[in-house]
């Protein structure tokens, strides 16, 4: 047998022994439980902090932690489930929610998670945590995300732009483009918006940050009833939404894909507003201080939008203990080392009770507004099986419309290829009819 | 001051000035690029890299720091570089040592040996050179769950050992080795794996050290496969572990940046070891003899 | 002299022909674990990807499982033109970085067999692009591609006196792909360069002594006998070089994607876009089918051009 072989043969004899000594002892409740999550290094110390604190709390559960780096998330949850050792506990994306609940992974969480935690979520938290077809909860999670716009104070003032106070007051579709437009022959501006093209051509964050644009001029990128593309993705809304992008890129705007995501606040600031994700606040305040101020994003039709999703928790149907299972996430999620952590790396709150503790989001706060849009506008993104189709399309689309592309002849292409990909899957049922 | 330097003429001087001046500026041209990185890791505010990416600041430092680095040798208990840096030193002398000797072996059957089909077999291992490494990782994924062998060090280490690339290169090396030295082992009544071992691997220790510097940066860097294949902490190669500093919204520039600086160090260290066998060889002077 | 270098008189003894067959078992016996490991860990799962080719099968398995397509995934990838057009960017890519990173590298490689001081030195230092990893690679390059204040295109401004404009290079269908050669001949010529290095060692000091006695000049030096002391070498590097170039990925994952407009699309691009983000395993390991045979046929070519006239 190899070194390696007898290793494993020995940890696993002392583990059985453990686990049946503890069980004797206790005689109660002894889980063991898998968690799968992904995290930049204080993440990964903070959860792995709260699971210890558990685990002490709960003498004879264990929680084992597969921490996995989010570049191959999904291949590696689609291996897991070839091996049929699917993790109990498992962070996700969440517009991979709807995958994973309709390839029948997941369990809801009702019944499972304190109530009081579930009443805490916010609209948007909510939201990205149902399934459609039965409307019920399968993932929770403390933290959400949003974009908002950021702009320099100063220069607004100078230009005696006005600044809203809050969501209700965002800017209309009308007024943006003339705003854009001063902002053009401004001293100092080279593009009046970074659109953070500099992310990259083919990634999550174009519909991600563009499809609240479409939300609101009044399309979408599917139809949330009749989960069809064509007809709402090439509808005139969502024509009229990428015509006006692509107006904007023209007419010179917009940073290009080349010029790097930094131009908001690198020396004599090149860009005057950017549409940032929350995580921006803290690289442009590292530069501009108290200068930053921070925007709602602008209403192009009736209803502003904006984006929401982050990665959130869910129990997978084959876990080995359910009830420990939610136990411990009950746990995590109202732990007050876990919460801090987050918070002092500017977390954006998916639970009203840690919006309130975070003095960057709680009201008077700086990002007050980005936090306001969570109950006021926030727009999952489409919550269908489908999705990885519709985000590949959309992205496609999205960068060639950019490059000068006729809008309603990439949409309609889009449009085709998600519905040739329903009907692939005969309309993934029971989304279609 | 002996006679023999002072009889070396003035123009070969002149032309020895022009080397070293050219190679001097090649190399500070070539490696300026790689300022960017050490730069980046002695900077100790990650909102700081980000201000200055993208202008001729990014190529300097106010206040050089070492915490970057002193942060991640401390981090222990989320990423313990320690471990990973041993795991990685581990998968690397296996693979090394093995690949050595079994590409080795196998090309000098095929350079030398007598077995029907070696041209065939030479053939097939050039073709599997073309399939890239993203087109077979998931079915090789479920092959190495199926047997169980998810998230350990031999997962790691035996795909690599043997490689068309390495077979291909011994074998175009092994092919030059002049007919007279193969003939006079075999005369002595040696069998090919004495011939091989007492005879070929001797005089080929830059082709050796070749492999050796390729094959070790190649699985020193390995990180698709590593990043499918382990779970946890237990084999994680450091390829695999700063990948967390690389996060989904916001990236941790100094940590990501401090290190792949350390990442590059075990390694050139190795490469500096091995590229001391770039000797001229003995075949050059068996030649003669 | 033995007896057996004279031709054969009478039939083999038993002392013989047991001798050649356990020479024989041992020249298996060396093929062997080298060849037991390709066999399982690169011709089993390539065979694997044959059969997924040949269905729909998803990245995530779903509930209604993957079934039989036939040839269809062929096909429909056959029928891309996007696929097409990524096949033609590899193309373009092959033949400007093959030269350009196998010149360099040989270039270097001469300049380093040199006796030198600091040789050392300089050995190490010229490698570090081949050590440092792509992903790193690819942001330092990032930034200094930048546009439109880039180090880059500060230095072109300065060294044209401000004549020539800045160069969006890595938004520019023109000049996207050259950069992408730039950045990829500097990280791998290192490659390239040491392999040159144990090359050279082998070819006999005493041909170039008696060459400088024969008064031949540098050039001819080069042309006569470093070139063809290298030829196993260079047939080695051609090829080598190519089929990498062929499999041209990550730096385009990570810093284009494809764009722009497709300019810099690779068919492994387009696959790893095909089956990773779309999830489509089957039409994934079509394109790696076609890719695998269009290379190969590629490098046959190369190597039936290169081959040994003697």
Known sequence: MTREGK?????????????????????????????????????????????????????????????????????????????????????????????????????????????????????????????????????????????????????LESLKIRIPKGVD?????????????????????????????????????????????????????????????????????????????????????????????????????????????????????????????????????????????????????????????GKFLSFMLQDKAYRDGYRDHSGFPGLKSFAADSPLYAPGGPMATAFEQATKTAAPRPPHPGYPTITLAFQVAMTNIFDGADPQSELTKAAKKIDADIDDNDGYPPFGK | MSAAASSSPPAADKLRIVKVASVVAITLVIISPLFLLAVASLKPDRFQILADMGSFKAFWVADPSLKNFADIITFSG???????????????????????????????????????????????????????????????????????????????????????????????????????????????????????????????????????????????????????????????????????????????????????????????????????????????????? | MTAEAFPRLSAP??????????????????????????????????????????????????PVPAHFVGLENFAQVLSDPTFWQALWNVTRFTLMVVPVQCGFALAMALLLNQKLPWRNFFRGALFLPAITSMSVVCVIWGTLFQFPSGPLNQILGFLTFGLAGPVDWLGNVNTSMPAIVLLSAWQAYGFQMIV??????????????????????????????????????????????TIQAFKLFTQINILTQGGPRGSTDTVVQYMYSVGFVDQRLGLASAVSILLFFFVLAISLIQRFVLRDRQ
């Open chain 1, 7 to 155: 290793n494993l043969l020995a940890r696993a004899s002392v583990a059985a022994l453990a686990l049946a000594l503890g069980g004797l002892a206790s005689g109660a409740q002894a889980a063991n439980l898998k968690l799968m999550f992904q995290g930049d290094p204080f993440e990964i110390g903070v959860i792995s902090d709260a699971a210890k604190r558990f685990e002490q709390a709960n003498p004879g559960t264990t929680i084992e932690l597969v921490n996995t780096p989010h570049d191959v998330y999904n291949e590696k949850v689609g291996a897991a489930v070839s091996a049929k050792a699917l993790p109990d506990i498992l962070e996700l994306d969440a517009p991979f929610l709807a995958n994973y609940v309709w390839s029948g992974f997941l369990q809801p969480l009702s019944g499972l998670i304190d109530q009081k935690l579930i009443d805490d979520m916010t609209p948007s938290d909510v939201s990205q945590g149902t399934y459609p077809p039965d409307k019920k909860l399968y993932a929770i999670g403390l933290t959400d995300s949003t974009v908002a716009l950021y702009a320099s104070r100063k220069q």
């Open chain 1, 169 to 325: 007051d965002a800017w209309t579709g009308d007024e943006f483009e003339a705003i854009l437009k001063t902002l053009s022959t401004a001293p100092g501006v080279k593009w009046p918006i970074d659109l953070f093209r500099g992310y990259g051509a083919k990634t999550e964050w174009i519909p991600y940050a563009y499809e609240p644009i479409l939300v609101s001029f009044g399309c979408d990128l599917i139809n949330r009833e009749t989960w069809r593309a064509s007809g709402t993705l090439d509808g005139k809304g969502c024509v009229a939404a990428t015509t006006a992008m692509q107006r904007w890129v023209k007419a010179g705007w917009v940073v290009p894909q080349s010029a790097g995501t930094n131009q908001f606040y690198a020396e004599g600031r090149p860009a005057a507003l950017a549409w940032g994700g929350h995580w921006f606040y803290a690289e442009a305040n590292k530069t501009m201080g108290d200068d930053v101020v921070v925007l709602p994003l602008p209403k192009f039709g009736a209803k502003g939008a904006s984006p929401n999703g982050t990665w959130i928790y869910a129990i997978s149907k084959t876990a080995s203990d359910s009830a420990m299972a």
């Open chain 2, 78 to 289: 989320p990423l313990p570089f320690g471990r990973y840096l041993m795991n990685s030193m581990i998968i690397l002398a296996f693979t090394v040592t093995g690949g050595v000797f079994f590409n080795s072996m196998a090309a000098f059957v095929l350079a030398w040996g007598r077995l029907p089909g070696r041209a065939l077999i030479l053939m097939l291992l050039i073709g599997l050179y073309i399939v890239p490494q993203e087109s077979i990782v998931l079915p090789l994924l479920s092959i190495v769950n199926r047997v169980g062998l998810a998230d350990t060090f031999i997962a790691q280490i035996l795909p690599f050992m043997a490689s068309p690339l390495y077979i291909f290169l011994l074998y175009q090396f092994f092919i030059q080795v002049p007919r007279d030295i193969y003939d006079a082992a075999r005369v002595d009544g040696a069998r090919p794996f004495e011939i091989y071992w007492k005879v070929f691997l001797p005089i080929s220790l830059p082709a050796l050290a070749t492999v050796a510097i390729l094959l070790g940066i190649e699985t020193w860097n390995q990180y698709l496969w590593p990043l499918m294949v382990t779970q946890t902490d237990r084999a994680r190669p450091i390829s695999v572990g700063i990948a967390a500093f690389f996060g989904a919204d916001s990236i941790y520039w100094n940590y990501a940046m401090a290190a792949s600086v350390m990442m590059m160090t075990p390694v050139l260290a190795f490469y500096l070891a091995f590229q001391k066998w770039f000797v001229s060889s003995v075949i050059s002077s068996a030649v003669k003899g």
């Open chain 3, 13 to 62: 003894s038993a002392a013989r022909r047991k001798r050649l067959l356990s020479a024989r078992a041992q020249e298996i016996l060396m093929l062997a674990p080298a060849s037991a490991l390709i066999a399982a860990f690169l011709l089993t799962p390539f065979l694997l990807s044959f059969r997924i080719a040949l269905t729909n099968e998803r990245l995530i398995p779903r």
């Open chain 3, 196 to 241: 040159f290095l144990a090359g050279l060692q082998n070819i006999p000091n005493e041909l170039y002594e008696a060459a400088r006695l024969d008064g031949a000049k540098t050039w001819a030096r080069f042309r006569h006998i470093t070139l063809p002391g290298l030829r196993q070498t260079n047939v080695f590097v051609l090829i080598i070089t």
